[in-house]
């Protein structure tokens, strides 16, 4: 364990590092999406999602992926990770897609066309693309059913798609689902798909087939692997994209394509038909190597040739990038936010008071400070965050007026020793049980996790910090409910889609904490909370859903369900030869379908 002194030295070294780096930055006080396509680029200079090109990238050439940590799940049935989404999305087409720069009009992918929706907002229809095929050894043309079968795997519990009762709970059949067929699931003819929902949320049900549970999975083929717990699909998995894992002549990635730890090969999809797809898709072939330390990673992007980094770098490679390789250096707006985990069901932070305790006496600007700084943070505030809709109505960077413990980003001991003793501890130190914290190897979450765990003992918690790699720390334990993890320290949010539900909802709404795969870190079951959020998901128009997700936000607050600190700014960086294009809607995480050589 690091003690104080070693934490403020690291951050004195920090803050330094960053002084010239964060002359460049914006301190306009926005962020996100205030910024416009048209603006110019973000931050002095660097490169932006925003205003990246899309067209006149070279053809042809084979990439070299860099990163630290290992892919989480690579099925799409199952992949909600923010690392695993450029694999995902270039090996697999979902019924819509975002393109690298916008999400808020999906393009239609393995659609023909936008969904058409009822009157009533209760049914969806979706036409598909004739001529989309799936990758060997599956090859052929995908159907209608294969989207139904995908769809529907996500019920299994052998699959435990963590968002699939979240966005399509109210498709008939479907709360009650196992992995069967789901009654209001049709099939009328191979190139159409019909939904049926039970209540009028047809909007949010079809925004939703953005997301990778849409794209086509053949039953033939995959319906043995569903069998085993866990599936074992993603060993086998086949691709509708303009990639695919490499494989064997069984279909087999793992140990072929895939070895976990060490690499993944991406090549191209014989059967990808590039008259069907908006992607461009210029590579030839992309080599993920996996492991290594993010300082020598971003060393080796920054002075490679055909190289990218896709994980957020290390500090001290983003402030020499910003010196010396301005061209190599992105820096996407909005990418989401980190937050703290505190258990609500489980251990002391049932407690209100005990919550509001640590979210008083957190140095907010210190975390943030070994994440960068203003050049790539925000002081978290609340849980929208910059760029999407409710964003000001629940109080903008400044976040909802009147709440004290909120209003002190570099701590306040003396606020929080008040909490600690409402909450019933008169010393105004807590003295109860020991709690577990795990957060993740690696910087900046083990710094933020070692700055919360000091604070955690400074109000008198004794503690059991653990620091695994950062797939396990979600995976392992603050994944699953049943590990009763008290603190994850470094959680991570990114939006599902161009909705302020999809921000709330699954992390903080109490029906939605599955035994594996929870996303709702604090295992927050708040009745008030939760009614709040089922009015609100009926709510029609932007500006009322707006309004409507922004006093939720607020009511979150003022439980202090989790505790925010960081509203992202992300930074990516490149080699010298590549003409990287990011994914604004995914943290700005290099998009291998338009990513070039030079």
């Known amino acids: 364990m690091w003690s104080s002194k070693t934490i403020a030295a690291l951050l004195g070294a920090v ?3 960053f002084a010239v780096a964060a002359c460049g930055s914006s301190e306009s006080g926005s962020s996100g999406g205030s910024a416009s396509a048209g603006s110019g680029l973000e931050t002095g200079g660097y490169k932006s999602p925003l205003t990246e090109s899309l067209t006149g990238g070279k053809k042809g050439g084979k990439l070299v992926a860099l990163q630290e940590t290992d892919f989480e799940h690579l099925d799409p049935g199952l992949s909600y990770y923010n690392l695993d989404y450029p694999v995902v999305f270039a090996t697999q087409r979902p019924l819509y897609s975002n393109k690298p720069n916008g999400e808020a009009e999906p393009t239609p992918d393995l659609a023909s066309g936008p969904p058409e929706i009822s009157a009533d907002n209760k ?13 060997p050894p599956v090859n052929r043309e995908v159907t209608s059913a294969d989207v139904a079968y995908a769809i529907e795997r996500g019920a299994n519990p052998n699959v435990a798609n963590p ?17 069967g067929p789901v009654k209001g699931i049709e099939t009328p003819d191979k190139h159409t798909i019909v939904f049926h929902l039970d209540e009028p949320k047809a909007q949010i049900a079809a925004d939703a087939l953005v997301l990778p549970l849409s794209a086509p999975v053949p039953k033939e083929y995959a319906e043995k692997y569903d069998k085993h ?3 074992e699909y993603a060993s086998y998995e086949v691709a509708t994209g303009p990639y695919m894992i490499k494989n064997n002549a069984q279909g087999k990635v793992l140990g072929v394509g895939y070895f976990p730890g060490k690499s993944l090969t991406l090549v191209r999809n014989p059967n990808w038909n590039a008259s069907t797809d908006y992607r461009p898709a210029y590579l030839d072939e992309i080599n993920y190597k996996i492991g290594g330390t993010i300082t020598v990673i971003g060393k080796e992007t920054l002075q490679g040739t055909n190289v990218i980094a896709q994980e957020r770098p290390a500090q001290a490679t983003v402030q020499e990038a910003a010196e010396h390789y301005k061209s190599q250096l992105q820096i996407s707006p909005g990418a989401g936010d980190h937050y703290i985990g505190v258990n609500n069901k489980v251990g002391p ?22 994440r ?34 909120n209003e002190h980003p570099q701590g306040d001991m003396a606020l929080a020793e008040k909490y600690i003793k409402e909450a019933g501890y008169p010393s105004g130190k807590y003295s109860g049980e020991t709690i577990t914290v795990v957060g993740a190897r690696g910087a900046p979450a083990d710094l933020d996790s070692e700055i919360v765990n000091t604070t955690l003992q400074n109000l008198g918690f004794k503690t059991k910090l653990s620091l695994p790699e950062s797939s396990i720390s979600y995976s392992k334990y603050c994944n699953v409910p049943k590990e009763e993890i008290t603190v994850c320290p470094d959680v991570g949010w990114i939006q599902d889609f161009a909705d302020p539900q999809t921000v709330l909802n699954v992390t903080f709404n109490g029906r939605f904490i599955p035994p594996v795969g929870n996303v709702n870190w604090s295992q927050a079951d708040n009745p008030h909370i939760n009614e709040m959020m089922d009015k609100a998901e009926l709510i029609a128009g932007k500006s009322a859903r707006a309004n409507a ?14 505790i925010p600190f960081d509203w992202d700014k992300q930074a990516n960086v ?16 290099w998009d291998l379908d338009y990513t070039s050589l030079k």
């Open 549 to 562: 997700w922004a006093k939720i936000d607020e009511e979150i607050v003022k439980e202090a369900l989790a």
């Open 372 to 405: 960068g700084g203003s050049l790539v943070t925000n002081v978290q505030t609340h849980f929208l965050f910059p760029g999407i809709s409710g964003f000001e109505q629940a109080g903008g960077l400044k976040g909802p007026a009147g709440i004290p413990y």
């Open 574 to 589: 490149e080699g010298k030869e590549v003409n990287g294009v990011g994914q604004l809607w995914n943290s700005g995480e």
């Open 163 to 179: 968002y699939v009762q979240a966005y399509f709970a109210a498709v008939e059949g479907m709360p009650k689902a196992t992995g």
């Open 123 to 135: 049914t969806i229809t979706v036409h598909l693309r004739e001529g989309v095929k799936f990758s």
């Open 229 to 231: 717990a866990p599936s």
């Open 15 to 17: 803050s330094l590092a």
């Open 349 to 370: 932070f049932k407690n209100a008071d005990l919550r509001k305790a640590l979210w008083a006496a957190l140095d907010r600007e210190q975390m943030d400070k070994v």
